[in-house]
């Protein structure tokens, strides 16, 4: 007699992370923002943070940076929320803290970290050296899945515990602000930048 059975999967507790690449639509904000770090870097010596052995800007809300966190605020990070099923009616994302610039010279890299009192986190490249200069690499945040379970047979997205990411140049990348994670060692001969921004959401004025 054969045996049936009934079974269903339900994935549970999904992290989404999103890419989108400005090149087209923003053609210049990246010479823009990658003229504006070097003049800071020249003239600031940066703050440590997450940073290893690379420079990290104070948090600002002027400039090119500015404009790129006005964009990103206004085009991409509603996408995101309207993903996530946030209700967005009347509301927008802001940036409460500023953004900075995060430059990785051959050798540099950032700790494990996350992104605190704030929802979403975006990284933005302006200028990458594809796997050499040091991947963005997201951890597990669930402490049990990490702590105890059987040996990995085939790698896969449901027991990974780590998930690297090789971006390029204009990609903007949006994930949970809580989401853990590190860029491994800039092995390339050029520096490694980027701009990082948090958002809230907040209630429109009327």
Known sequence: MENKSNMNGQLMFATLAMYFNLKEKYKSINDEVKKEILEWMDQDPGVIKSN????????THTGKLKKLTNIIAKDFAPIFGKAMGWKLEDRKFFSEGGAWANVNPPGGSNNTHVHGNCVLSAVYYVETHGE???????CDPRAGAVQYHPLIGEPNYMNAQNIELVPKDHDLLLFPA?????????????????????????????
């Not at 050499?132 to 997201?138: A, M, S």
């Open 178 to 206: 809580w989401l853990p994670h590190r860029v491994a060692l800039n092995k390339s001969e050029k520096n490694r930048i980027s701009v990082a921004v948090n958002f809230n959401v907040g209630i429109v004025k009327k």
């Open 52 to 59: 290893m052995g690379g420079w990290h800007s104070r948090p």
């Open 132 to 138: 050499e200069q040091g991947p963005i690499i997201f």
